[in-house]
């Protein structure tokens, strides 16, 4: 008897210790997520829901690639919508049309996303604060006009679709559900994956010299940090995270269209990790749910809002607002301020309850 | 016209090398000196001077000097816009910190007023256009006046000790809110609003004949009014007074008893009565007022206001003046990518002078 109480005690400490795990909450997301997919299969779920999910998704890969920027780099772009758009056109143009393997389309788009990343980064050594982000929007505003003029890589204006692709010799087409499914169990990978580089990259030495430079310039170059070398790596994996979500994102919808990648894309992906909480990875995800998700799962389906659909743009602008004027630090504030005002309301109670079995103390 | 592709290539090509020369001995001889040399910001002047000379006189040469002037007023009407819209957001960005996306809202809020208040009138009365037009301008630069006023009080000041990024973001919440609201106050329909007259005047310089449409005529007049009402306002009174010394530091300049709460509210208002000209002359002069009209001149606007420098006033008005003759000269060179040009050009010079053409360093506390 006592040998098994002692063997469930070691279980529950190492399961403590597993659910402490910074990994686990990711896992355990993506887990969830999978969940979500086969209660679709069954007819349980509404494909809104699942589509909700995809979504969030694909915009938390960009995001987090944005708040490496922001959030820690102390650096606003306002480019997103360009490199997006560059990821999704080149899994279209060179998967799609030249048939090219997914492992040389992937590694092209990281050189190229190489690229891109040392360009922006060599200009944010030059300029700061605002001026770096109107110089990058107006990046994105040349991209956007490569994107319409150059119509033999993005299809100019009548789009890029993407029908099939092809992975580990298995080819899905789309218009069947195993297209579909194969699509979901990709976003949720490179989802999760996306999450755990970030935890990585931030609480590793580079994440602290991000950090560093974003509160202090000349205090970071002090104590040795390289201004080059953090600014470069911050835009480059940005960079990255932004093309991944456009390839997740074109696979997704299977179109994509060149004006569609403009200044308000940008300013959305912004408002998302502004308003989920620039320095937190759930609450990017929670961000990106109230700016992109809420619409297509929630609010479409009130019959308030059906009736009157300018209302809908009106709230979502109206809870911007009042989140950052109340919750500078984002949405996740909130919430920790909750989870604080319970904890202390437990202990309160833990306390009360040990007053009443032992007695006060004297 | 041949001729006019090579050389513009030609020009292209010098400052590009022009640029590529600065660069390389900025990077291989002036950053290893320890203290950065006093000539080296004259080198820059210099090069961006005879680059941007170098364009004027090839211009002319190809163009010959008549029909430049001719390409230019034929454009005055988006000089014009142009140049109200960077100095709200300018005003805007002195007082509060922050790019404000919502001035084109702002602006066409005021025009969609406008319009209504004028195809109003003109079906219930018969007088002159021109009367109903200026009733109208007059009017929605009101309604955008007291928007920016009321954004200001209700908004912006409460929310003053958010960092620069999140006003950029209540203002980006601004903007979703007035493209909710603009359609179900004016309905969904874009209005067609009537020009002023679309008569040209002719006249003869020389030999040479210049064309010139009243319309543009009567952007030129008010932008100027209004401009030279402002620069005076700002110079002489004691609110421009206020502006600049809440632009160098609110909180010092609110310890030197300079109301900013009165400053910024009023530079908020300004700020929407003069995108509402803009948005007014921008939809009179052949488009429509549409909810997204603005957005490509407030990115303009952005970029004029960073290749001028924000830290001066004159100075995007230069930045908007060029970025105006550079995406009118363009598209005769190529008119698919006109804008990668533009803001090609935009963004070497800035390159160069990271602060802008005008842009004034300032010491900052580490």
Known sequence: ??????????????????????????????????????????????????????????????????????????????????????????????????????????????????????????????????????????LGEILRQFFISYDIFTGGFSGRSFREFTIFGINFVSGDGRYFNMVYIIVVIMFVLAMIATINIIKSPTGRALLAMKNSDSAAQSMGISLIKYRLL????????????????????????????????????????????????????????????????????????????????????????????????????????????????????????????????? | MPGIDIAIRQILIVNAILFLLFFIIDIAFFRKKIKRPVYRGRLINVLITIGILTMFVASIKVFTWPLLLQIFLLNTVDLSILILATTGVVLIFKTSVT?????????????????????????????????????????????????????????????????????????????????????????????????????????????????????????????????????????????????????????VASMMGVN??????MSWAIAGGLGAIAAFFYASSGAQVQVASMVGVQVNAFMAAVLGSFSSFGGPIVGALLINLFSSIAPFYDGTWQVVIVYGIILLIVLAKPLGLFGKKTAKKV
């Open chain 1, 1 to 138: 008897m006592d040998r098994v109480m002692r063997g469930i005690n070691r279980f529950l400490r190492e399961f403590k210790a597993i659910v402490k795990h910074p990994y686990f909450g990711y896992v355990f997301f993506g887990m969830m997520f999978l969940i979500l997919l086969l209660l679709r299969n069954q007819g349980m779920v509404t494909i809104s829901v699942i589509n909700t999910a995809v979504i969030v998704m694909i915009y938390t890969v960009i995001s987090l690639g944005f708040s490496l920027l922001l959030g820690f780099g102390g650096l606003a772009s306002l480019g997103t919508a360009g490199f997006v758009g560059f990821g999704s056109f080149l899994m279209g143009y060179l998967h799609g049309v030249k048939d090219y393997s997914l492992g040389v389309t992937l590694l092209l788009s990281l050189c190229v996303a190489l690229a891109i990343g040392l360009i922006v980064g060599f200009i944010s050594l030059r300029i700061e604060g605002m001026y770096l982000a109107i110089i990058t929007l107006g």
């Open chain 1, 234 to 362: 911050a835009f480059i994996l940005s960079t990255v995270f932004a093309l991944l979500g456009g390839m997740l994102y074109i696979m997704h919808t299977k179109y994509s269209y060149a004006p569609q990648w403009n200044l308000s894309f940008s300013l959305e992906i912004l408002a998302a990790v502004i308003v989920g909480g620039a320095q937190s990875i759930f609450g990017i995800a929670i961000g990106v749910f109230l700016i992109f998700g809420l619409k297509i799962s929630v609010l479409n389906y009130i019959p308030f809002f059906q009736e009157n659909p300018a209302l809908i743009v009106i709230f979502n602008g109206a809870l911007i607002i009042l989140v950052v004027m109340f919750y500078p630090g984002g949405l996740i504030r909130l919430l920790q301020t909750l989870k604080y005002i319970v904890v202390k309301r437990f202990g309160q109670l833990k306390q009360k309850w040990r007053r009443y079995r032992y007695g006060e103390d004297d």
């Open chain 2, 99 to 251: 790019t404000n996306f919502a001035q084109g809202m702002m602006a066409t809020f005021g025009a969609f007023f406008a319009t209504t208040v004028v195809i109003r009138l003109m079906a219930k009365y018969s007088g002159s256009q021109t009367l109903y037009l200026f009733i109208g301008l007059f009017s929605g630069v009101l309604v955008s006046f007291l928007l920016g006023l009321i954004i200001d009080v209700g908004i912006i000041r409460r929310g003053r000790h958010v960092s620069s990024v999140g006003k950029q973001m209540i203002t980006m919440g601004l903007v979703m809110v007035l493209m909710g609201a603009i359609p179900v106050i004016f309905g969904s329909n874009p209005i067609a609003l009537p020009a002023f007259s679309i008569d040209v005047e002719i006249f003869n310089i020389g030999e040479h004949i210049l064309v010139i449409p009243i319309q543009n005529l009567y952007a030129i007049v008010i932008t100027l009014v209004v401009l030279v009402v402002l620069f005076t306002a700002l110079r002489f009174t004691k609110w421009g007074l206020g502006v600049r010394a809440t632009a160098s530091s609110e909180m």
């Open chain 2, 260 to 265: 900013t709460r009165v400053i910024t509210a």
